[in-house]
């Protein structure tokens, strides 16, 4: 058990002084603690429904059984080193000297809590004899309580301590640090809700003594962690026995008289045999035992569903019978027993995910249960309250508790998932039904499965056909089989399944698995199934039988089997005796169709059997009895003879045998079974297992005791073992068993074993020299010697090298370290370096020699060249660094002395102190310091100099609480730098309470060590997030900062800080004027990253952090999710500002994902949906609805940034950038008050000027952040500089932020500051090594391309691989470039606009265009495009561009927008045809290309022909389309829909028509393509127009827009328009801001479509036509005051009835209209968000019903690419359907 003593830590002779009040605080917090823990003690609830029987642990705690692991390997669960204890207080005997971690591991109900409980009442109530009597103090934490804490102070604080406790964090730290004794008891690791996520990391800290190594630390789990100590001791609970389980009811059932009681709940347990294994389990017996004594009717069980189904109807039963009282208030419960299909569902979600949630808070769960459906479960006592903290509460504050909720056992839980997994597995298919089934460990949620299978035999198949396919599934199916209480008949194919493999039974499995096994076997052998094999894996009992059957260890018998072919025993170190062998083979003559029994994995079999007892029967038969032995030698049993024979499928040869500290007696027991059967044995190796003595007999003695007799066939001997000291005597012994080996040719020694330097010549055996045996040994590696038999010397042998490079001296193995130093200078063998880690003595030497803390002494040595010294923390004084001298100037080829890792040597030595040779020979003592700094001693002053080869700059040094034992060796070693005048970058002191004194001349840390004024320092920050700071101490640091004359940086990051330096305090007047001076900045970062900085002018604390809008900020809900919309990003933390539905204000929650792309247009869209903290599941909200809470990234100098997606046109336009591009700010300029200009360097505009609020940082678009160099390439812009060690990216060469994060994440990066004038040198580097540039070939940036290389033709080059490289080295994003082969729907002669490029392979579609005469942006490769001479010729589409203010000739009526033909070309002239101006006269480079085609009119054309032709390729069918000329019966303007296209007429000499159907006509009628144009084409300005249905994400997005909106084109290209949609709301102007054109809607004109008004139609008549041609039932609809509503019924009657009867949802009523006076805004699409249906004429979809009923309505929450969806149904909500296969609900 523990002591007090094992806490003490290696310095407690000279104890830390406790800090202020520590003893006042520990008394506190053991109070506090023994409070909380006495409420949890006297809690315990064997049966959970009677809450009026609540008992003290101490009054139920029955120890069970317990073993702990004694094994090397800690980490394996098989084998013999499980060890039982006698109670449950032995897991803490026989401490070791240092603390240890505890691993106290079993499954669900075994009661490790309980025994949890049992240590905090043993503690709190000062039991004697406890394991933790002694300790000051019992940390006991429930793991699953701590969601969301960050260290184990906060989790005390928050969870142990009451609210009004006056201990804060940093008090429990400061005791926790400060208690030499202290246990901490961690429950639950496997319930864990951090598991595996970064905050949890201090939790495994602890466990893998990386955090709080002093204290020990007990894990409860139900499975290993990943990663655990090396030294943890780990035991395991084994449950209760026969003694436990009539302990418990004594105690806590019946008490100790009731004999009769006691007996009557034994009886009722052995008429359940199938609970008699299941009640090892205490929770499973707890439960039993007082149902058992309670009820008085008991019925037999046939499975563990059909008992746990019983607990379950008894906590039902009990509330139903106290409702019979009169005095109980009544509730309707009965409708509550039954119908669980939601606790079902929340259960089983829980257990799937991840981490298992399985706990939920209070409200939520209220909210998906119901009221009364949750309180009757908790009345029952199914579902547990608890009050806890919550997460975003800090831990000091003491009303943010709120009630979460869990089942009283996750047992419980895995019950009510089994239901709806039952439920799934009956419905899903085999393949789906693995898919779920991945989610849920068969060994963690072992009942679940059981329970599913119980539930439904059905869905029992199919998880047991699942098991079965998983590897290690086989052993769990059986479990399951038997949960299936049905006849044999319907489980037989199964148990054929699994015969047909290996059936194993193992030692480490519980009695009820091999019990399950054992039945498994009896009915394979009573339905005559065969069994291939059966696998005894290590728990055959090594008791003899008598009846014929195989005992096990754990007491069960497996009978003789009919159908068994193969027994296979296996077993490290079993011991089968010469009786047990023979009952074996008499089991064997009694399985009729055996044939073969197999031994394997270290068997002690007897090394021959009496053939007179062996069965005659086996010898008929010819059942082979085989022997696995050493290697591959295989044995087969003679049973003529009874002796073991070699088997041919063995070898004939014994390669290497290994004696280890394990298998001993087995390894010793085969090696005479193979000498005795002859078989050569190439090597007999004796790892760390041999004493090196003989016996008088001439054995060899093993450590252990065991003895090798000499083998006639061995050849090769081989002692391996560390410091086995081996005698002259032993040595000679050694000497006399080789002689007696016959055959042998070589012993060898390895791994550090002791040798005597000589041996006498006359005592060697003679026949050692006569058979020229070689006797090796093998020293410091690589040195190898032989043993000279003729001198008894050892000599160098001619394997090894000459020379002697390394010797280590470490703690372990100095002995021999030394014994080999001086065999090897005896041999004269040089020795390169002597390596002293950690074991010089601090004692000086007075005789020249070297003095080990062990007290051996090294020698000087004649031969050794350099002696390296180290050693954490070496304290070396000045008399001990003399002596090193002395003891270095006798060692006459010594060159060098260095001293690495922490040595604490003296700031200089007496230069008249050191030896006179050491100056002569020059010899180097050098000194290895902080960083990759490199001092030297100067020989001549005795002072330390910077060496050469070290850095010139001394790079950031951190002190911190974690590694406060380095802090005096920093110290010094800071102070020598600055001796030296080495620049110190950065000094960081974290949490370690740094104070100044009120003159700076010194810095204090961790209120020990006095940090010395650094002349060099350059920048200190001072980091402690408990600490408040006051005035005085502000202005201390202050004061020392001043007095560091080259700090140019004070930081500070605390809790809080001081407003001002107040002016009282004597020599502030006088600081802050020389800190200002010297241009020093002082800022500050608070709790919770509020940044400041400290005015060295008045004295005051700035606030300098960014901070979001909030709602407040704006007029409008409209205007504010403008703004949310601009900014949110997924993964943005955000508030609930506004409550909506689910989710209420202040709600926490995290961007999963955004809606704008799906089909969710507008506002006023679901278009956010987080992951909210107080909901179960996730939630959909509105812009509007949140608000952020993480600071928006800082726009300054250096930044890069881009502009903002939202925004359509810039304010000052786009010259020569994309939306896509990305450039580093270089200015900011404030032009108004509230315009704010910033100046952008872009690699294709260096000078780009934009507003502020149109950018944003690439900080929150990581992914899209490239290469500094690839926007500026070696142009020096201002900008952040980093520079990379590894990479040698250093001195005036550097890298930008963007590759120091990405390209250079796992190298040793620096941070030199911000530089004004810098260029990317990793971007800049020839070879790939750029991960984020978007180029792969540099361009030569010292010789720029020509103008006349980038226009280079394909004939100029010799092949197309030669022109793609040329093209991909000169095109850049903005270019115009031409088409010169066609390419897909690209013509030759074609020019485009690159907007995209691609730098992969060179045949790659690398170039991404936007095409003059094609409507779509399109791929080509590189070949495929030339960059022309001349973009602007005679036919050209032009406009002229948005950077020309002013055109050299005027404007005339021409603007930005307007397009026009070239029709001359003269010099750099040009006249252009626009359709308001011919002939307008500009400049050619004043133009631009327009790069998408026109809608074309008649008289673009010369002829009806070429019209036409234009037109087929336009008209499709479904178009509206208008006469443009008379034709026959049609006259001109009327409108129709067309039908048909393409006929030839005859009687026009091919001229192709057009077939519509004519509204105003009320007839269909074929015209010419010539004479119509189509809606498209009558699109202009004040035309009305809609986003096409067909559209669900337009180029520019539908921003405010949606599918019902209608507005009037304000502004057209030809290709795009400006849409002015009235129902949405604009901000008004701002001073100094003009009204902008594109705060309109901007689109395609190929996205939008004409929207038919009466107006366009010659009346009435025909206008209804048309709109009872494009309505249908569903479609929405628009009266002529603008409402919208849905048409629900249609009444084919005459047009001008009241026929149309619609929905108007804003008038709550529905009334019919005529088809006049609506107009049609098309029939809605399937999208997110949608109320649909699965269509009525479906019976069965295709993923099935599921929990949904036909005609269910529910939301369409998600769409996916290959056509799936996912519905919420009020029942299941989230039903996986087929998109084609839902329709809308009307």
Known sequence: MPHPSKFKRDDDSNPIPHPPRYKEHLQILAAELKLTYKALYEAIQPIPYIRDKLYCVDKVFIEGGSEVWVGEDTSRDKGTPWVRLESYKDIYTNPPEKPVRYIIQAGPGFGKTTQSLQYTFDWSTGVKGSPFADVELLIYLRLRQLRGVSSLPVAIRRYLLQRACQLKIADIRKILENTTSVAILLDGWDEYPELDTELGGYIRDIITARAFPHHDVTLTTRFLPKEFSETARRVRLTGFDDQARDQYIRKA?????????????????????????????????????????????????????????????????????????????????HRYDGAHNRLDTLAYEGLGKPDQQIVWKRKALIRRLGEGFYEHHRSIGLLVEEEVITDQATAEESDAHIIEVRFYHKLFCEWFAAHRLARLATTLSERSLSRVLEKFHPYDLQYLYRFACGIN????????????????????????????????????????KLCAGTVSIQSDETKLLQRSTVQLLDIASGQKIPTTCLHLDGCLSKTPETDGTLLLDSGLQVHPSATLETIEISGEDLNISEAKMISLLDYAEKCDQLKRMTFKCRCLLPLSVPAEQIPLSLKRRNIEVLLHSLGPIVYHLNPEE????????????????????????????????????????????????????????????????????????????EITGNNIDISEEKMIGLLAYAEKCDLLKRMTFNGQCLLPLSIPAEQIPPSLRKRNIEVVLHSVEPIVYHLNPEEGKWLRHDSGPNQLDNVHFRSDGEEWTVRELARASAAGIPTTCLHLDGCLSKTPETDGTLLLDSGLQVHPSATLETIEISGEDLDISEAKMISLLDYAEKCDQLQRMTFECRCLLPLSVPAEQIPLSLKRKNIKVLLQSLGQLLYQLNLIEGTWMRHGSGTSQLEPVKFDSVNDDRHEWMVRELVRASSAGIPIAQVAIWGCSAEADQFGSFLTIGHQLSLPILSTLQKLVIVDEDRSMINEEVVGILHYTKACAAVKELRFGVYSSPMTVPAYVEDTALTLPILRSRKVRVCGTTWGERRRYLSLRSGEWKDNTPKWKTRQDFDSDDHYAIYVKSHIRVGMTVRCCKSYQSVREGDIGKVVELKEHTGQAGLNGLNVKCEWQELVTEYIVKYFHVEFLEAPAKIEPGALVMVKKSVDVPTFKWGNISSDSVGIVTELVKRAADLKVVKVHFAYHKEWSGLISEMQSLQCLDDEAVCTFEICGNDFVPQHWYQCQTCKLEDERGVCMVCAKKCHKEHDIRYKGYSLNLFCGCGSREEDSCKVSRTREKAETSEPISKEEVMKKRGNFASDTEYARHVRKSIKVGMIVKCRETFKFVQEGDIGKVIKLDYDDLDDLNVFCEWQN?????????????????????????????????????????????????????????????????????????????????????????????????????????????????????????????????????????????????????????????????????????????????????????????????????????????????????????????????????????????????????????????????????????????????????DENDPKQLNVEVNWPTLDRTYCVKYADVLSLGYPQLQVGATVRVKLSISTPSYKWGMVQKGDTGTLIHIDSEGDCVVAFPTDLSWNGVLSEMELVP
């Open 457 to 496: 035999p059905a869905a029992g198949k199919k998880i047991i056909s699942y098991l079965q396919s998983i590897d290690g599934g086989e052993k769990f199916a059986v479990l399951c089989i038997l949960e299936q209480t049905g006849a044999v008949d319907d489980i037989k194919e199964t148990v054929r």
């Open 1414 to 1690: 094609f409507d779509k942006e399109c791929w080509v490769k590189y070949i495929h495009v030339e960059i022309p001479e001349q973009l602007i010729q005679v036919g050209s589409t032009v406009r002229v561009q948005s950077s020309v203010v002013t055109p050299r000739y005027g404007w005339g009526s021409v603007n930005y927008n307007t397009v026009g033909k070239v029709a001359e070309v003269v010099g750099n002239q040009c006249k252009v045809d626009f359709p308001s101006t011919k002939r307008w006269s500009g400049l050619i480079s004043e133009m631009e290309p327009v790069f998408w085609p026109v809608r074309k009119m008649r008289d673009d054309f010369e002829s009806d022909a070429e019209y036409s032709s234009y037109m087929q390729n336009l008209v499709e069918v479904g178009q509206i389309v208008r006469c443009r000329e008379d034709h026959e019966k049609i006259q001109k303007g009327d409108t129709g829909k067309v039908i048909k296209t393409k006929r030839t007429d005859n009687n026009d000499s091919g001229a192709q028509s057009v077939y519509c159907r004519w509204y105003n006509l009320g007839e269909d009628y074929w015209v010419e393509y010539a004479k119509v144009e189509t809606a498209e084409q009558l699109i202009s300005t004040g035309t009305e127009v809609r986003v096409r249905r067909s559209v669900t994400n337009p180029k520019f997005e539908f921003g405010d827009a949606t599918h019902d909106s209608v507005g009037k084109v304000t502004e057209t290209d030809g290709r795009k328009c400006k849409v002015d949609f009235p129902s949405i709301r604009r901000t008004p102007p701002r001073p100094h801001m003009p009204q902008l054109t594109d705060r309109l809607w901007t689109g395609l004109l190929s996205e939008v479509e004409k929207v038919f008004s009466q107006d366009d139609f010659r009346g009435e008549s025909s206008y209804a036509a048309y709109v009872k041609d494009s309505i249908k039932v569903g479609t929405t609809v628009k009266n002529k005051k603008g409402i919208t509503g849905r048409v629900t019924k249609l």
């Open 253 to 333: 059932v019946v008490g100790d008289d009731d004999d009769v009681a006691v007996e009557q709940i034994k009886q009722r347990l052995r008429d359940n045999p199938v609970l008699a294994d299941l009640c090892q389990v205490p929770l499973f017996f707890v439960m039993f035992a007082h149902l058992a004594h309670e009820k008085e009717k008991f019925k037999t069980f046939r499975s563990v569903t059909d008992f746990f189904s019983f607990i379950i109807k008894c906590f039902h039963d009990h509330l139903k019978n106290k409702e019979k009282d009169r005095n109980v208030e009544k509730r309707s419960i």
């Open 642 to 717: 009874g002796k073991w024979v070699r088997h041919d499928s063995g070898t004939d040869r014994l390669e290497d045998v290994d004696f280890g500290r394990d298998g001993q007696e087995w390894t010793v027991r085969e090696v005479a079974r193979a000498s005795a059967a002859g078989i050569p044995t190439a090597r007999l190796h004796l790892d760390r297992c041999v004493s090196g003595a003989v016996t008088a007999g001439g054995n060899l003695l093993l450590s252990s005791g065991l003895q090798v007799q000499p083998s006639s066939t061995l050849e090769t001997i």
